[in-house]
């Protein structure tokens, strides 16, 4: 018999979290159409660059990420005395930790800050604000790149993604050291509700929720500083406003603090 597909629904519990998983999400995005032969998969491979550009140098996100590397340092080598550690899986862990964080502090600048001095790059960045801005009577320069064969197009995708290969592989091993950090429970939301209190003392990271792919219905995860909630919806469409399940449902639940 088939295992039923389940999706984590994960809510990041600090701003640094936050804007990894924005990243996370645009380097997806960008990777996806990368090889496409379309000009649409360019243009949305291009975008999704242009916003990873705009979320690192809209904040030190840099410097942030050497601060989380080195805490995933500590927190590892804090592990080397326990009874049971399995000290070749920690080394390894600990190189996979060190190699990013050597890499990043040897870069004086932050990554991506050579596509802003590229002129197509900024007028097509200039004009996306501006809904349908990057028609091709707006840019017939982008127009013209985006006529080239499309082996040329996607060299040059992956020459402009590739500038941030050091933050992405950051923040590839930051969130999967974060969400092995935990092992799932099994909870119960009375009427489609549940809380749980949250220790200051703790340093959580994020909550993750699962549910069968193909439930009829989805959570709606909220946090601060001492408790987070968790509401379960459901919809009869996407024109209609979602309701609170009245039963009870039962989920998995990660709490990942590391």
């Not at 990894?20 to 379309?38: D, Q, V």
């Amino acid at each position: 018999m088939q295992k039923a597909r389940h999706t984590a629904y994960e809510q990041p519990l600090n701003e640094r979290i936050r804007s990894m998983l924005r990243l996370e999400f645009l380097f997806e995005r960008a990777s996806y159409r990368l090889e496409g032969s379309s000009i649409w998969d360019s243009r949305s491979s291009l975008e999704a660059t242009l916003d990873i550009l705009a979320l690192l140098t809209r904040a030190d996100l840099k410097a942030e990420l050497i601060k989380e590397l080195e805490r995933h340092v500590a927190k590892l080598e804090g592990l080397r005395n326990n009874r049971g550690v399995d000290l070749e899986r920690l080394d390894r862990a600990l190189d996979e930790v060190r190699q990013p964080l050597l890499a990043l502090r040897a870069v004086d600048s932050v990554p991506g800050s050579e596509l802003r001095q590229n002129e197509l790059l900024s007028a097509v960045r200039q004009r996306s604000s501006i809904p349908a801005g990057t028609c091709s009577f707006d840019i017939p320069a982008y127009q013209y790149w985006l006529e080239r064969p499309a082996e040329e197009r996607v060299v040059q995708l992956q020459a402009w993604l590739g500038v941030f290969d050091l933050v992405r592989e950051a923040i590839t091993v930051s969130l999967r050291l974060i969400r092995q950090s935990a092992r799932p429970t099994r909870e119960v939301a009375a009427a489609g509700f549940f809380q749980r209190n949250i220790d200051p003392a703790v340093p959580y990271q994020m909550i993750r929720v699962f549910i069968p792919t193909n439930a009829p219905m989805f959570p709606e995860i909220s946090a601060g500083r001492h408790r987070f909630t968790v509401r379960f919806l459901t919809s009869g469409g996407p024109e209609a406003r979602p309701t609170q399940v009245s039963e009870d449902v039962e989920f998995d639940l990660q709490c990942c603090a590391l």
